[in-house]
T-cell receptor, first 115, second 112 residues
Framework: NAGVTQTPKFQVLKTGQSMTLQCAQD?????MSWYRQDPGMGLRLIHYSVGAGITDQGEVPNGYNVSRSTTEDFPLRLLSAAPSQTSVYFC??????????????FGPGTRLTVL | TQLLEQSPQFLSIQEGENLTVYCNSSSVFSSLQWYRQEPGEGPVLLVTVVTGGEVKKLKRLTFQFGDARKDSSLHITAAQPGDTGLYLC????????????FGRGTSLIVHP
């Protein structure tokens, strides 16, 4: 199993550009989520999904869109990039939802810089 | 307001020293997890605690869940350079969403 994969690993954007961060998992997990990590801020939840066709907002959803057309994929779209979106983005998956002991598996992250 | 407060934020120690990291809240949690994150990588789960007063050991790491399930601690005995990393706690609130909330993390550096 590859686990959780994310692409690209690094990205530089100009203000106003749009892009999609890709996330895929091969563990047949129902639950997937996107976090951003900023220095001294821990991990903040952007959006999450409990299954194909179902998404919901997390703590910091503004400026981001998600969709979940398949169990495996959960892309994150930046509609119009802003410098405040410079961050490291992590995708995670889990068989969560019903069992608090479930483990979240994280991808390696995408380091995004918005100029 | 941060739901989970971690302390200290930074810790720089010599190899062989002991240390404790704390994760505190005013809320009650169904479960609490500890993750370690190494530079350039995603967090990796170390342990999950679900019962008040529970103690779990992972080699030199000891995790404790408070009796009231509002706090947790991570104690490392005889720290080694390989323990260097960011330690994050994450909790699922009792009676709330099953989505975990993360603390801000404790950055640990162990010098040889």
């Amino acid at each position: 199993n590859a686990g959780v994969t994310q692409t690209p690993k690094f990205q530089v954007l100009k203000t106003g550009q749009s892009m999609t961060l890709q996330c895929a998992q091969d563990m047949n997990h129902e639950y997937m989520s996107w976090y951003r990590q900023d220095p001294g801020m821990g991990l903040r939840l952007i959006h999450y999904s409990v299954g194909a066709g179902i998404t919901d907002q997390g703590e910091v959803p503004n400026g981001y869109n998600v969709s979940r057309s398949t169990t495996e994929d959960f892309p994150l779209r930046l509609l119009s990039a802003a410098p405040s979106q410079t961050s490291v983005y992590f995708c995670a998956s889990s068989s969560f939802g019903r069992e608090v002991k479930d483990t979240q598996y994280f991808g390696p992250g995408t380091r995004l810089t918005v100029l | 307001t941060q739901l989970l407060e971690q302390s200290p934020q930074f810790l720089s120690i010599q190899e062989g020293e002991n240390l404790t990291v704390y994760c505190n809240s005013s809320s009650v949690f169904s479960s609490l997890q500890w993750y370690r994150q190494e530079p350039g990588e995603g967090p990796v789960l170390l342990v999950t605690v679900v019962t008040g007063g529970e103690v779990k050991k992972l080699k030199r790491l000891t995790f404790q869940f408070g009796d009231a399930r509002k706090d947790s601690s991570l104690h490392i005995t005889a720290a080694q350079p390989g323990d260097t990393g960011l330690y994050l706690c994450a909790g699922v609130r009792a009676g709330g969403s099953y989505i975990p909330t993360f603390g801000r993390g404790t950055s640990l550096i162990v010098h040889p």
